[in-house]
């Protein structure tokens, strides 16, 4: 290769290093997004604002010289307005800095010590100060954002409040977390949850002092390490009402009252001080609630059909803070029939006493009994009178059953009246069944025959499964075992069915026992005692005076012959609740209609709640039987008269009365005895007084002329049916 061609390719290699190094020639422009400071591009906020944004704006300072010391001149600081963070559209040095918006950060310029009019302090500048003629970088201030968790339930009943929430700043840590109830007046420290502030994102928590009842504004601030805090208009902020004064509740004057309006309705105001009242309701029995409509202040509720009866009415008020408010109680009286009383039944502890066939009850003189009996009509007090004085009646709750302990220390026959009351005070007052009360049991002296007093009878029953003689429990009948004999010298025990003895003790006189005999129900032992006393020795010493030995007996107890003549018995005759012949009363309602627009003579509805009569069954041999499911053995009469229904003949009607007993009840009575006989509903009872109902069941058996032919109290049998049928004619 020659030098002339050698010269010029170093001379096209130096050509095309010169132009890239040539800025005129750089391929980089202003503008692509990139600064670049320095080089041959050397871009600065002043060449090339739009890559490396708006040169800040200069501070005038007070300039530091060296040891000569002179008056240093002070300038005014310029004020800038506080444009929105944009990038100026020309590198003018006068151009505004960016300044954040709340929360976002701050560019802060570093302040220079040049003035601008000050050529000579220029020139006088060591060269190692010549780098403050370029841009500084801007300092940026954070500032620590708080929010608060919803408080629930708002409004509340709480006077002291719970609450959370997190703190969080993007560069930098949260020092403190603090809350106003005063608009910022004074602040009280919130709690770190993990127990300590010094991190990026903290949860903090604090419970407010005990407030009184208002509305409170809740501010919450966090505060950087730096000892920057939220700005004001970043608070957390909760408003809250607390409410602690219950509404007042108050029904309006029920009227008319007593009422034979069945669904009447109950108005009342219910109003609250701060918060709202959010629901209403009623009770009828203090125990189930309805809710009320409410319009305003007023609220009101229509009653389901109530029958007769007290009903205590009250009202409560809810507000949306949790408190209730309560009115005080009126009674609502619905009366629409006077009291009425159905059947009963008569028990010795858990056993039934069973009637005669005139439906007398023997009992023994001092033996409780119980006597349930049902009423409906409203019923607010009720008693069992006569000439032996009266025994009060207590309701069962919820139920038409009224209860009361019967006890006679005298014998003779008893007759039972009940009287009742109503919320009204109507009153109705009816003859029940007769008692007959045997003579207590005696222990005497055999040879002077008188009474012999505390002498301790002890009965004892014959336990089946572990074939051993057993102390009788008389406790679960009402009765004491052993019993000790008072100064008349009397006992008396009511037993049931099964194998017993007696035995009687005495301290100076021999001990007796009966022989052992069964019963086959409900019996009363009264036997009389005759004890003979053991030998004595009786020694008369001066001063001591008399002195009584016994002399010990090795014989074995003295035994009692039962018969026939010791057993107890009755020849009191009781009338029979008709005469034969006497015609049957029709079922029909009385005069006295549940609605006017009923009618005042209608019959019994049956379960499709047609009305039949006793008349619609003349021509029949009727077999009438009052029952109510309450009653066990009612229920058993209900099982035998189901059968007996599917066997007899085509002229033998059998119709049960259930008594004081709801149609839907019935029906559910019926399906689910599975029961096939026809049944009438007596929702009152009312029939029960026409046909002299004491005790339950109670079976009349009517010709087919409609005469009563006989009466029978108490559980019939399958055969004594049949056999009653086949005497009507």
């Known amino acids: 290769m020659s030098i002339t061609c050698l010269k010029s390719f170093f001379i096209l290699i130096l050509f095309f290093i010169l132009l890239s190094n040539n800025p005129v020639f750089a391929t980089h422009k202003c503008g692509n997004g990139v600064c670049k400071p320095g080089g041959h591009d050397n871009e600065s906020c002043s060449t090339c604002p739009a890559d490396c944004?708006?040169?800040?704006?200069?501070?005038?300072?007070?300039?530091?010289?060296?040891?000569?010391?002179?008056?240093?001149?002070?300038?005014?600081?310029?004020?800038?307005?506080?444009?929105?963070?944009?990038?100026?559209?020309?590198?003018?040095?006068?151009?505004?800095?960016?300044?954040?918006?709340?929360?976002?950060?701050?560019?802060?310029?570093?302040?220079?010590?040049?003035?601008?009019?000050?050529?000579?302090?220029?020139?006088?500048?060591?060269?190692?100060?010549?780098?403050?003629?370029?841009?500084?970088?801007?300092?940026?201030?954070?500032?620590?954002?708080?929010?608060?968790?919803?408080?629930?339930?708002?409004?509340?009943?709480?006077?002291?409040?719970?609450?959370?929430?997190t703190a969080a700043i993007e560069q930098g840590t949260i020092s403190l977390v603090e809350y106003t109830l005063t608009e910022g007046e004074s602040w009280i420290q919130a709690q770190p949850v993990d127990g300590s502030f010094n991190g990026k994102d903290e949860h903090f928590t604090f419970t407010t002092p005990n407030l009184a009842e208002g509305t409170y504004t809740i501010k919450a601030r966090a505060k950087s390490g730096a000892g920057i805090l939220t700005q004001d208009a970043s608070y957390a902020i909760q408003t809250i009402t607390i409410a602690t004064t219950p509404p007042k509740v108050s029904l309006d004057k029920i009227s008319p009252n007593p009422t034979k309006n069945q669904t009447p309705t109950i108005i009342g105001k219910a109003t609250s001080l701060l918060v709202e009242v959010s629901k209403v309701e009623i009770s009828i029995d203090?125990?189930?609630?309805?809710?009320?409509?409410?319009?305003?202040?007023?609220?009101?509720?229509?009653?389901?059909?109530?029958?007769?009866?007290?009903?205590?009415?009250?009202?409560?008020?809810?507000?949306?803070?949790?408190?209730?408010?309560?009115?005080?109680?009126?009674?609502?009286?619905?009366?629409?029939?006077?009291?009425?009383?159905?059947?009963?039944?008569?028990?010795?502890?858990?056993?039934?006493?069973?009637?005669?066939?005139?439906?007398?009850i023997t009992i023994v003189a001092g033996a409780q009994t119980t006597l349930v009996l049902s009423m409906k009509g409203g019923v607010t007090k009720a008693k069992i009178e006569g000439e032996f004085g009266s025994f009060p009646l207590t309701p069962q709750p919820e139920s038409n059953l009224w209860f009361g302990n019967l006890k006679f220390d005298t014998k003779g026959e008893k007759q039972l009246k009940i009287s009742a009351v109503d919320g009204a005070d109507n009153r109705t007052e009816r003859n029940l069944n007769t008692i007959l009360v045997e003579d207590f049991g005696k222990v005497i002296d055999g040879k002077k025959q008188e009474s012999i007093e505390g002498a301790k009878v002890?009965?004892?029953?014959?336990?089946?499964?572990?074939?051993?003689?057993?102390?009788?429990?008389?406790?679960?009948?009402?009765?004491?075992?052993?019993?000790?004999?008072?100064?008349?010298?009397?006992?008396?025990?009511?037993?049931?069915?099964?194998?017993?003895?007696?035995?009687?003790?005495?301290?100076?006189f021999n001990s007796m026992q009966s022989e052992i005999f069964s019963v086959s129900q409900t019996s009363i032992i009264n036997y009389k005692f005759p004890l003979s006393s053991k030998p004595k020795l009786i020694f008369n010493l001066p001063i001591v005076g008399n002195i009584i030995l016994t002399i010990p007996s090795f014989t074995p107890p003295q035994t009692l012959p039962i018969n026939a003549s010791a057993k107890p018995s009755s020849n009191t005759q009781t009338k029979l609740t008709f005469i034969p012949g006497t015609s049957a009363p029709n079922l029909d309602l009385p005069a006295i209609a549940r609605s006017e627009a009923e009618g005042a003579k209608?019959?019994?509805?049956?379960?499709?709640?047609?009305?039949?009569?006793?008349?619609?069954?003349?021509?029949?041999?009727?077999?009438?039987?009052?029952?109510?499911?309450?009653?066990?053995?009612?229920?058993?009469?209900?099982?035998?008269?189901?059968?007996?229904?599917?066997?007899?003949?085509?002229?033998?009607?059998?119709?049960?009365?259930?008594?004081?007993?709801?149609?839907?009840?019935?029906?559910?009575?019926?399906?689910?005895?599975?029961?096939?006989?026809?049944?009438?509903?007596?929702?009152?009872?009312?029939?029960?007084?026409?046909?002299?109902?004491?005790?339950?069941?109670?079976?009349?058996?009517?010709?087919?002329?409609?005469?009563?032919?006989?009466?029978?109290?108490?559980?019939?049998?399958?055969?004594?049916?049949?056999?009653?049928?086949?005497?009507?004619?």
């Open 53 to 165: 944004g708006a040169c800040p704006a200069p501070t005038y300072g007070t300039p530091s010289y060296g040891t000569p010391s002179y008056e240093t001149p002070s300038y005014p600081t310029p004020t800038y307005a506080t444009p929105s963070y944009t990038t100026p559209a020309s590198d003018d040095p006068s151009s505004p800095i960016p300044t954040p918006l709340p929360g976002e950060p701050t560019a802060t310029p570093e302040s220079t010590s040049s003035s601008p009019s000050d050529s000579s302090s220029s020139s006088s500048t060591s060269p190692s100060d010549s780098s403050s003629s370029s841009p500084s970088t801007p300092s940026i201030t954070y500032y620590p954002s708080a929010a608060l968790a919803v408080f629930s339930p708002n409004p509340t009943n709480k006077t002291s409040l719970t609450f959370s929430g």
């Open 458 to 508: 002890s009965i004892y029953f014959f336990e089946t499964q572990y074939k051993q003689w057993i102390l009788w429990e008389g406790e679960s009948y009402g009765q004491s075992n052993p019993q000790i004999t008072n100064k008349e010298g009397v006992y008396s025990f009511m037993v049931p069915a099964g194998r017993y003895y007696l035995e009687v003790q005495k301290r100076g």
């Open 602 to 729: 209608e019959g019994l509805p049956d379960l499709s709640n047609n009305k039949l009569k006793l008349s619609d069954f003349r021509g029949n041999k009727v077999l009438l039987s009052f029952i109510s499911p309450w009653s066990s053995q009612s229920l058993d009469q209900a099982a035998i008269l189901s059968k007996a229904s599917l066997k007899s003949l085509s002229d033998e009607k059998i119709v049960v009365v259930l008594l004081q007993e709801s149609l839907p009840a019935a029906e559910t009575f019926m399906k689910r005895g599975n029961y096939k006989f026809q049944v009438l509903v007596d929702q009152d009872g009312q029939t029960a007084a026409n046909y002299k109902i004491t005790l339950l069941p109670q079976n009349f058996f009517i010709d087919k002329s409609g005469k009563i032919q006989e009466v029978y109290v108490g559980v019939l049998s399958p055969k004594q049916l049949v056999e009653k049928f086949k005497k009507l004619k």
């Open 286 to 360: 203090s125990k189930s609630w309805q809710i009320a409509k409410q319009l305003g202040n007023t609220f009101s509720i229509t009653l389901n059909k109530l029958e007769d009866g007290n009903y205590p009415i009250l009202a409560r008020a809810f507000d949306s803070a949790g408190n209730i408010g309560t009115s005080d109680i009126q009674t609502l009286i619905v009366d629409t029939i006077p009291p009425i009383i159905g059947g009963g039944v008569q028990t010795l502890g858990p056993q039934i006493l069973i009637p005669d066939i005139n439906g007398r």
